[in-house]
């Protein structure tokens, strides 16, 4: 299994970092089989897996129950677990208890967090004393979406670019082991890799962050409507599922499934003693 400490080399050899979303056990098991570097258990989940407007309605407990499922069928990849709304923007001490019951009862590798406020800094610093490693997550935080105003491209003036390149050094210092830079543009993105001695990861950030995240349903086109602008899908099951289903509707209308092959028979003497004829 990839850690911290692999996923810090692969930085510095230019290694490109891959990562995926997963939300069960068989998409974290297919994915793991591909060779995928980490999956995320995003609260994405809210929208893509349990039809949500947003990741507001995301519990501690969605993502504990979405986290085992995910750690059990990845168990040899390093598997992140997104804290939820409101799970950490409370007091030191509950947001401490939340970090332990989603990091203990998942078996992930680490928690992901959002934000960069002093109050985000120092519970970074305080997780990563008691030994539960964090990734960080700057520019578009879709559990703030209601404060910055919508899903807006984050960092296009000086003194956004600015804030950003100081939390990402901030967010490093605290302890985080590598931050998710979510839709800036790809200068900007740039500027805050060639800074960081810790992996950032790309979300609609460009080509030169240390590594890319995307949304497993985005890429295979697996019952979403929309793509953002940076997403390229290598699927599109919204075709494949119902082709599938609509055949196998049609098979069973038309008595073609099961066929006996696809079914159990008693044995010839059994069906004699029953009075049974061949079907």
Same mark, same amino acid.
């Given at each position: 299994?990839?850690?911290?400490?692999?996923?810090?080399?692969?930085?510095?050899?230019?290694?490109?970092?891959?990562? @995926?979303?997963?939300? %069960?056990?068989?998409?974290?098991?297919?994915? #793991?089989?591909?060779?995928?570097?980490?999956?995320?258990?995003?609260?994405?989940?809210?929208?893509?897996?349990?039809?949500?407007?947003?990741?507001?309605?995301?519990?501690?407990?969605?993502?504990?129950?979405?986290?085992?499922?995910?750690?059990?069928? &990845?168990?040899?990849?390093?598997?992140?677990?997104?804290?939820?709304?409101?799970?950490?923007?409370?007091?030191?001490?509950?947001?401490?208890?939340?970090?332990?019951?989603?990091?203990?009862?998942?078996? &992930?590798?680490?928690?992901? @967090?959002?934000?960069?406020?002093?109050?985000?800094?120092?519970?970074?610093?305080?997780?990563?004393?008691?030994?539960?490693?964090?990734?960080? +997550?700057?520019?578009?935080?879709?559990?703030?979406?209601?404060?910055?105003?919508?899903?807006?491209?984050?960092?296009?003036?000086?003194?956004?670019?600015?804030?950003?390149?100081?939390?990402?050094?901030?967010?490093?210092?605290?302890?985080?082991?590598?931050?998710?830079? #979510?839709?800036?543009?790809?200068?900007?993105?740039?500027?805050?890799?060639?800074?960081?001695?810790?992996?950032? @990861?790309?979300?609609?950030?460009?080509?030169?962050?240390?590594?890319?995240?995307?949304?497993? +349903?985005?890429?295979?086109?697996?019952?979403? %409507?929309?793509?953002?602008?940076?997403?390229?899908?290598?699927?599109?099951?919204?075709?494949?599922?119902?082709?599938? @289903?609509?055949?196998?509707?049609?098979?069973?209308?038309?008595?073609?499934?099961?066929?006996?092959? #696809?079914?159990?028979?008693?044995?010839? #003497?059994?069906?004699?003693?029953?009075?049974?004829? %061949?079907?």
């Amino acid at each position: 299994m990839k850690n911290k400490i692999t996923l810090q080399q692969m930085k510095e050899t230019d290694d490109k970092i891959t990562m @995926i979303t997963a939300y %069960d056990y068989p998409t974290a098991k297919l994915a #793991e089989q591909a060779g995928i570097d980490m999956i995320l258990v995003g609260d994405s989940l809210g929208m893509v897996v349990l039809g949500y407007d947003s990741t507001i309605q995301v519990t501690v407990e969605d993502m504990i129950h979405h986290g085992k499922a995910v750690t059990r069928g &990845a168990s040899d990849t390093f598997v992140v677990v997104d804290m939820p709304f409101m799970s950490y923007h409370i007091s030191l001490e509950d947001s401490m208890r939340n970090a332990k019951e989603i990091f203990q009862q998942t078996n &992930a590798q680490a928690i992901k @967090i959002e934000g960069a406020s002093p109050e985000i800094l120092q519970f970074i610093t305080k997780l990563t004393d008691a030994g539960i490693p964090v990734v960080a +997550h700057i520019g578009l935080t879709p559990q703030s979406v209601n404060v910055l105003g919508g899903f807006r491209v984050q960092g296009k003036d000086q003194a956004s670019i600015d804030k950003l390149i100081k939390d990402a050094k901030a967010l490093e210092a605290s302890g985080a082991i590598g931050i998710v830079l #979510e839709c800036i543009p790809k200068e900007v993105a740039q500027l805050i890799t060639s800074q960081l001695t810790i992996p950032t @990861i790309g979300i609609g950030a460009g080509i030169n962050c240390d590594g890319q995240v995307i949304v497993s +349903h985005d890429i295979l086109k697996y019952g979403v %409507d929309r793509l953002p602008k940076f997403v390229r899908s290598y699927q599109n099951f919204n075709e494949v599922i119902p082709q599938a @289903i609509g055949q196998y509707i049609a098979e069973v209308k038309q008595g073609a499934f099961p066929n006996a092959s #696809e079914s159990y028979v008693l044995s010839p #003497e059994l069906r004699t003693a029953l009075n049974l004829e %061949d079907a």
